[in-house]
């Protein structure tokens, strides 16, 4: 969902709380496995390779998502002569589709963010834990960084219920019965982890599994929202599942990779469509 009016009015210092939660949430979750001697230190060498390789993935598809240029203002469609661009959406009077807040046209599928102030290539939403708008710039790197996100918790989860937390129990239930029980004891946390991780990885797992659904549909959560119950709505932008898909991601050998796919250039001028021009 697109949480842009509700952040248009909000103090800037209120817009950075949540993406410093989830920034200190992601640090506690991996300095509490990674630093604590009942946890990355009893798991085989194999596992935690993996296991950083993951969060590797995960930190770069952050930060791809987090630097990305977003804005249309900024997109080569706008340096297209009206007669180069292959413009699909039209106003209902048949007018070209132009933002009077940002005076500049509004290529297909680009909607204005009134929390950037901007308008959005391909927007999907604006993501409040991250105070980042989504869009055709970083809209794969988003959903890269909830896999991987989903990836990492649920893998640590996975060790440390394996390796640690049976004995971790045991000795919580040592320290209770004795009154010794402490939030801040190595097996105390590595406990809480464990089920923060689960907790984590399974909500963003739903998270990632709807964002897939909606690439391999080739809608943007705004279009979802806007069009779903629309009678007779029909996606011009859809090229089937593998195709969508393609469009997205790119290639199966990069489709994991925080990499742009090599046909970004051509979907930063036009997107694929079934019809040449439908109004709004």
């Not at 649920?154 to 219920?161: H, N, P, V």
């Not at 996606?235 to 050998?253: A, D």
Request: charged share 15%.
């Amino acid at each position: 969902m697109c949480w842009c009016g509700c952040l248009k009015g909000m103090p800037k210092v209120m817009r950075l709380f949540l993406p410093c939660a989830i920034g200190l949430l992601i640090l506690w979750l991996y300095t509490c496995f990674v630093f604590n001697p009942r946890g990355l230190a009893r798991v085989p060498l194999l596992h935690a390779l993996v296991y950083q390789l993951c969060v590797l993935l995960l930190g770069a598809s952050l930060g791809r998502t987090m630097t990305a240029p977003v804005f249309a203002r900024e997109s080569p469609l706008l340096q297209q002569s009206d007669t180069a661009l292959g413009v699909v959406e039209l106003k209902y009077n048949g007018e070209k589709r132009f933002c009077r807040k940002c005076d500049l046209p509004k290529p297909d599928r680009t909607h204005h963010c009134s929390s950037c102030n901007a308008c959005i290539a391909k927007m999907d939403h604006h993501c409040v834990f991250l105070n980042k708008c989504i869009g055709l710039e970083n809209y794969k790197f988003f959903v890269l960084f909830l896999f991987w996100s989903a990836v990492s918790c649920l893998l640590e989860a996975s060790l440390l219920y394996t390796y640690s937390v049976p004995s971790a129990l045991d000795e919580l239930s040592s320290d209770f019965l004795l009154g010794q029980l402490t939030l801040t004891s190595a097996h105390c946390q590595i406990v809480l982890v464990g089920f923060v991780s689960v907790c984590v990885g399974i909500a963003l797992t739903c998270f990632g599994l709807m964002h897939l659904y909606l690439a391999a549909s080739n809608m943007t959560t705004l279009e979802y929202c806007e069009k779903r119950d629309e009678v007779g709505y029909v996606n011009y932008y859809y090229v089937g599942v593998l195709g969508n898909l393609r469009q997205v991601f790119g290639p199966l050998h990069i489709a994991l990779l925080p990499l742009h796919p090599p046909h970004m250039a051509a979907l930063r001028l036009a997107f694929p469509s079934t019809k040449l021009q439908k109004t709004d």
